[in-house]
C-alpha cells in the first residue's frame, strides 16, 4: 500500500526509521533486526540519508533490500546536502527504477566542521524547494517531511517555523514525521498549532525509546530535544545497562500510551537497527505479531 493512502484507515500507521549501518557484519544484524519488527506488521520502513550524501548509495541498497526481502512498503530519505537539482533528479529516477513509494524530503544537517547549512551551487537551499520538485516531476512518490515539535533550532521562533513547515504542506507533502521528543505536551501544542493554521496531513509522532542515560545525552546534544531529567535520574539508580534500558522501554511505553489515547494517526519509531526495545513497547501496548 502507498504511504499517503496508508493513513487513510482507523488503525495507527507504524513506520520505523532504519540507518544505513558502516559495516558489512552490521548490514547482515541488521535484517535479523528487521525480521524481528516486521513481526508486528509496520506499514513502511524508512531509512536515512547521511550527512554530505555519504550514504547515498548505501541507502537506497539497503532500503531496496528491505523490500525485496520483506515485501514491505519502504521510503528513502533525501537531503539537499552536496547535491545540485540533476544529482536529486538522478537520486529519484534511480529509487522509481528500484521501486521505492517514499521520499522523506529533507534539507539535511551542516557537515560537522561546517556551523552552517550552505547550498550546493546548483541545488537548493530548503526542503520546501525539494517538495515542490517531487510534486511537479515524480508524482508517483508519496512525500514525507519533517517536523519540530520543539521549533527547529535554527528557526527565529516557532511560528517562522511553522509558516515553513506550511510551505512544505502547501508545496505538497503528504505525511508530516516529527523529530524525535520526550514530552507528550510539545507534541501536542505542535500539533495544535499545525491545525490552526490549517495543516491537514497527517502528523505522525517521532518515539525512540531510550536505551540509557548516556544515549539520552548525546541525542540531547544530537537533536536539541529537551531531556526529561527524571527519567535520567530513574535510569542513573540502575546498577546496570539492562535495567537503563528497561526503564527507557517503560518510559516510552507510557509516552505512547498517551499519544495514542490522543488520536495521533501513526507511529514512527526511531529503532537504531536494533529491534528489542521497539518490539518491547509494542508489545506492552497490545500490539499483536503475526505468528509463522
Ligand atoms: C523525521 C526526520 C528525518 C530526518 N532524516 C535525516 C536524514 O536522513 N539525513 C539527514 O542528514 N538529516 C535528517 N534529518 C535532520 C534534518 O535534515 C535537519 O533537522 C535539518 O537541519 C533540517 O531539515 P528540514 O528538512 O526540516 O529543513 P527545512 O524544512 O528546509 O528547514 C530548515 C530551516 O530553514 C527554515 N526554512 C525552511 N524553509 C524556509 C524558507 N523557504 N525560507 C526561510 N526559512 C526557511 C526552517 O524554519 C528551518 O529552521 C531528519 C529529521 C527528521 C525530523
Not at 195 to 202: D, Q, T
Request: with cysteine; net charge negative.
Amino acid at each position: 500500500m502507498k504511504i499517503s493512502t496508508a493513513f487513510q484507515g482507523k488503525m495507527p500507521v507504524l513506520s520505523y526509521e532504519l540507518f544505513p549501518p558502516k559495516t558489512e557484519t552490521a548490514v547482515k544484524g541488521l535484517y535479523d533486526h528487521v525480521q524481528q519488527l516486521m513481526t508486528f506488521q509496520p506499514s513502511f520502513i524508512t531509512c536515512t540519508y547521511g550527512a554530505g550524501g555519504s550514504t547515498r548509495n548505501k541507502t537506497l541498497e539497503v532500503i531496496s533490500e528491505v523490500r525485496r526481502r520483506f515485501s514491505v512498503t519502504v521510503a528513502s530519505h533525501l537531503t539537499l546536502v552536496g547535491s545540485t537539482i540533476d544529482d536529486l533528479r538522478q537520486y529519484l529516477t534511480e529509487a522509481k527504477e528500484a521501486g521505492i513509494d517514499g521520499i522523506v524530503a529533507l534539507r539535511g544537517d551542516p557537515p560537522k566542521n561546517s556551523p552552517e547549512f550552505r547550498m550546493t551551487p546548483g541545488g537548493f537551499q530548503y526542503a520546501n524547494q525539494l517538495v515542490d520538485l517531487l510534486a511537479r516531476e515524480f508524482p508517483e512518490f508519496s512525500v514525507l517531511v519533517a517536523g519540530y515539535p520543539e521549533t527547529h533550532r535554527e528557526a527565529p521562533n516557532a511560528e517562522v517555523d511553522l509558516d515553513n513547515l506550511k510551505r512544505k504542506v502547501d508545496a505538497g507533502a503528504h505525511v508530516i514525521v516529527t523529530q524525535l521528543f520526550f514530552e507528550n505536551q510539545d507534541f501536542l501544542r505542535f500539533r495544535d498549532r499545525c491545525w490552526a493554521r490549517g495543516i491537514r496531513v497527517p502528523i505522525v509522532p517521532g518515539i525512540l525509546p531510550p536505551q540509557s542515560a548516556d544515549q539520552l545525552t548525546r541525542l540531547g546534544q544530537l537533536c536539541g530535544a529537551k531531556l526529561p531529567h527524571d527519567l535520567i535520574e530513574r535510569m542513573n539508580a540502575q546498577s546496570d545497562l539492562e535495567g537503563q534500558a528497561n526503564v527507557g522501554v517503560e518510559f516510552a511505553t507510557e509516552q505512547v500510551r498517551e499519544l495514542l489515547a490522543a488520536d495521533v494517526p501513526g507511529l514512527h519509531f526511531y529503532v537504531l537497527n536494533q529491534s528489542r526495545a521497539t518490539t518491547q513497547v509494542l508489545a506492552q501496548l497490545g500490539f499483536q505479531p503475526k505468528l509463522g
